[in-house]
């Protein structure tokens, strides 16, 4: 596996080794021993949640606040997305900053997003199907979102249109009103 961080260290670009052939292929998506070699983190990884969104989708930023912030291991098995991180630390360097890539079934390639981020997607192919492992569960009364266009961020999405979002995605706050976790 060959792990690079991006522009905020943090966040890692992970790409499985594919070994392939004229009947497909084969890569181990996930194995704790070597995430933890490669990335340092000790995970657990308590819950593996799957999405189907169309093109034009976009989902989130979304985000867990503590005790149960959620890192998350994402991946595209059908279609591909741009997906981004943005840093909520109010105490880092790179606070309000954000990275991005491309990750889809044909690249094989997984972003880690550690705790004290908030994630987003926007889909670009037809469709896609995007898997997250996280680790920690589900926590409704602690989940957050901000503004995917927020100015003060300034993620440069790929669109062609305006997205489709959801009710609560629409409504999100910017970064300066957010709840952000503490520091």
């Known amino acids: 596996m060959k792990i690079t961080p991006l522009a905020i260290p943090e966040v890692l670009l992970i790409e ?5 052939d004229a009947r497909g292929f ?7 021993r070597a995430f933890q070699d490669a990335t340092g983190c000790d995970c657990d990884f308590v819950q593996d949640n799957h999405s189907k969104s169309a093109r034009g989708v976009l989902r989130g930023l979304h985000y867990q606040l503590p005790p149960q912030a959620q890192g998350k291991l994402v991946r595209a098995v059908a279609g591909e997305v741009f997906d981004v991180a943005v840093d909520i630390r109010r105490d880092s360097p790179t606070f309000g900053r954000w990275v991005g890539c491309v990750l889809s079934a044909a690249n094989c390639r997984q972003l880690w997003i550690p705790p004290g981020f908030a994630h987003g997607f926007v889909v670009l192919s037809e469709s896609a199907e995007f898997l997250y492992k996280t680790t920690d569960y589900w926590a409704p009364a602690l989940e957050r979102a901000i503004a995917w266009n927020d100015p003060a961020i300034g993620i440069d999405w790929p669109l062609t249109g305006e997205p489709l979002l959801s009710g609560k995605d ?5 970064l300066a009103d957010a709840d952000l976790p503490p520091c």
Do not use: H
């Open 26 to 32: 084969f890569f181990e998506s996930y194995n704790r």
């Open 170 to 174: 629409a409504v999100a706050p910017l």
């Open 16 to 20: 499985p080794k594919v070994f392939g």
